[in-house]
């Protein structure tokens, strides 16, 4: 019973993703999956240890980039360049971490969005030889069929994407409910007096950087196997604060505010560009306006009201059976 | 003072910020189970010579050691490995937690080995039913609010549970700063009840604004007065030193000689 509880939003969750599949095309899907993915890192970053970053980017080129590398220039198996794109990733976010992690949060913010530009000027003029500079690496057709899960195929890549993304999940849940979870929590607010009863806030801070960002590089890898492609593009210093978009629009802190968020930016994208030119400005006042109607995000305002509507209706139905049903 | 061991010692310790002297060359013993206090008016440099023995700051010049051993340069984290714990003066809690993962939080470090890899596979529940921590529930009147986020709580509460994450840690000397500051008087006599049971068998030291609450408990007082101690002794004796009599008018002693006090 416990563990039913543990797993049930988790599935739910998930569940509902699958069934957007079903009403709503491919692309979208598949989009909202890994866009989630990305989001996850930063929602965690923002939400449990209170740093923001303008620079997920950096960390979702690293991953996609070492992917991409992978497939022009060494091997054509997607679960492999998969691999490689976490290892890389965590690799980066290792070597870089310990220098920006002793940054206060204002300045944790800017460090990254430099690492982003650095990353997306190597990729675009420095390394153009190797990179094909703005035209980016191009290995669609290299790509090798893989048994089982056919990644190469878009909906057998969702499904994979779906699994990895529950993986995601259950990971970070369980993260929120283990003692690091708790650490976190508190360094987020009260650094000293985390380290004055002897935890070592640097370690703690550390290590929420590096898994965050290994997430985010997974993310990346991900885009590499389902595009086809890489170029400087995913690094862009415009598209910096995207995920930090994501974030605040799904519910900062939120488990699910990550899914939700990126459903409803992916969504208005699509929407709003057949209808509009410039969409992004109403993204830019529909941000403004969250961060004034209370901060708390879509999943933040929604999940209280949604508890309170399932334990009501749990009530009703335990008192009055029957009506509740046929209505 | 007698011939119990020395917990901490404090040599020649000053601190600077700027042009201000905050402690001036004070030297000062705490000798093992001593229940002691440190009064003084407000930026006497009490809480300043509090966050150097507790290693919040560094200092200038002295040395700072802890059952025998130099602790002047450590860090706080070194420094609590070794058994030394504080509170804070403005009440220093995880706000978004729960009382009982607050608890929790200072168990696990002190009591289990907590590497990182042990931080990541043990789960805030395992912690939520362990003996000690409820034990520390029940005397810290703590039960009802099990449950509730820090930020919900009265102050009192929240002191309370500041003392007992300090006193559920074990520590070998327990440093608390301003413990009752801003407290009703319902609530200042709960915590005294709570640390008298501690008095005798464990070390004690207490930065206090007033006096009058805890005169009776200490065995020792200590005054501060511009950075430096001005007399130091039980607190008849302390209180009686002509020094604090010319600038006790500024700290709040009794009752009694406040009335004295006023000129």
Known sequence: ?327 | MDGRAETIRADKVTKRFGGLTAVDQVSYVLHENEVAGIIGSNGAGKTTFFNLLTGYYLPDEGTISYCGEDVTRMTPQQRVARGMMRTFQLTSTFDNLSVVDNLGLAYFRAHKKSGLMQLLFNTRKSQRNEPKIVQTMDTFDLQDVRDREVKNLSLGEKRRLEIAMAILVDPKVLLLDEPLAGLAESEIQSILGVLRKHVGHQTILIVEHKLSHVQDFLQRLTVMHEGRIIADGTAEEALRHPEVRRSYWQIDVTAESAGVATP
């Open chain 1, 1 to 327: 019973m416990n563990a039913l509880r543990w797993w049930w939003g988790l599935v739910l969750a998930f569940a509902l993703l699958v069934v957007m599949r079903v009403f709503l095309p491919l692309p979208f899907a598949n989009e909202v999956v890994i866009f989630s993915i990305y989001t996850i890192g930063c929602n965690f970053l923002l939400g449990r240890v209170g740093f923001i970053s303008f620079g997920q980017p950096a960390y979702l080129a690293v991953g996609a980039y070492a992917a991409g590398f992978y497939f022009t220039y060494f091997g054509a198996n997607p679960y492999i360049g998969i691999v490689i794109g976490i290892v890389v990733g965590f690799i980066v976010a290792l070597i870089v971490g310990p220098f920006f992690v002793r940054l206060r949060s204002d300045y944790f913010a800017l460090v990254n969005l430099a690492l982003a530009v650095i990353i997306y000027f190597l990729m675009q003029k420095v390394l153009a030889p190797i990179t094909n500079g703005d035209n980016g690496l191009w290995y669609l057709t290299n790509l090798e069929p893989t048994p089982v899960l056919d990644l190469t195929h878009p909906s057998q890549f969702f499904i994979f994407a779906l699994l990895v993304g529950f993986a995601t999940w259950a990971f970070y849940k369980y993260l929120d409910d283990s003692i690091y979870g708790a650490c976190c929590l508190g360094a987020k607010i009260n650094e000293d007096k985390l380290t004055f009863l002897g935890y070592d806030n640097f370690r703690i801070r550390l290590t929420a950087f590096v898994i965050a960002n290994t997430t985010t590089a997974l993310a990346g890898a991900l885009y590499a196997v389902y595009l086809g492609f890489v170029s400087p593009e995913i690094t862009s210093p415009t598209r910096a604060v995207d995920p930090v978009v994501v974030t605040i629009l799904g519910g900062v802190g939120t488990l699910y505010g990550p899914i939700v968020g990126a459903i409803a930016y992916t969504g208005m994208k699509d929407v709003l560009s057949q209808i509009l030119v410039n969409w992004e400005l109403m993204i830019g006042f529909l941000l403004v306006f969250i961060m004034l109607a209370g901060e708390k995000g879509i999943w933040g305002t929604l999940e209280p009201r949604l508890k309170k509507l399932f334990f009501r209706k749990a009530a009703s139905e335990t008192a009055g059976g029957s009506k509740a049903r046929t209505a």
